[in-house]
């Protein structure tokens, strides 16, 4: 088997009066995230974890934030089309570990759910799909509630 690794990393500002979406849920919160798309950090992290794995470039070449299609998209139809993309190169998603960073809302709740949602779209066991949130501590822009972002790791492989 050909295996590969790749990491991806997202960041969002946060605004008063918008919607905070992450892993494809949508949670109680007063704030969320200024973005072109529905600002879903957990999946667009997720998306450029997978395109890096297999050196299809980032999420920004495939989906640019200035095509008017993916305007408010919906982040479970770009992580969709990135499994598509992964197909056509020949692999297919392992597993992926991942973490989302927040001071609020608390998202352990919702992590089932997400990891439900998330390997549905693509196609592997949720057991396989790891989703951790942590706080830092108060500390920088995501102490202070002023943005979000995530972190993922995905291994893909390739049966030859």
Not at 128 to 136: D, G, M, P, R
């Amino acid at each position: 088997m050909n295996f590969r690794i790749g990491f991806g990393y997202d960041v969002h500002q946060l605004e008063t009066g918008r919607k905070l979406i992450l892993g494809g849920v949508i949670l109680s919160h007063d704030k969320g995230p200024v973005a072109h798309s529905d600002g879903d950090v957990l999946i667009h992290a997720i998306c450029d974890a997978i395109l890096g794995a297999a050196n299809l470039r980032d999420i920004g070449v495939h989906f640019p934030d200035n095509v008017e299609d993916y305007k408010g998209v919906d982040s479970k139809l770009l992580l969709k089309k990135t499994i598509g993309l992964l197909n056509e190169s020949g692999y297919k998603v392992g597993n992926i570990d991942s973490t989302i960073c927040l001071q609020r809302p608390k998202v352990k709740e919702y992590i089932p759910i997400m990891q439900e949602k998330l390997a549905l779209v693509i196609g592997i066991p949720a057991t396989n799909l790891s989703i951790k949130a942590t706080t830092t501590e108060t500390l920088g822009f995501v102490g202070r509630e002023e943005g979000i972002s995530a972190y993922a790791v995905v291994l893909i492989y390739r049966n030859n």
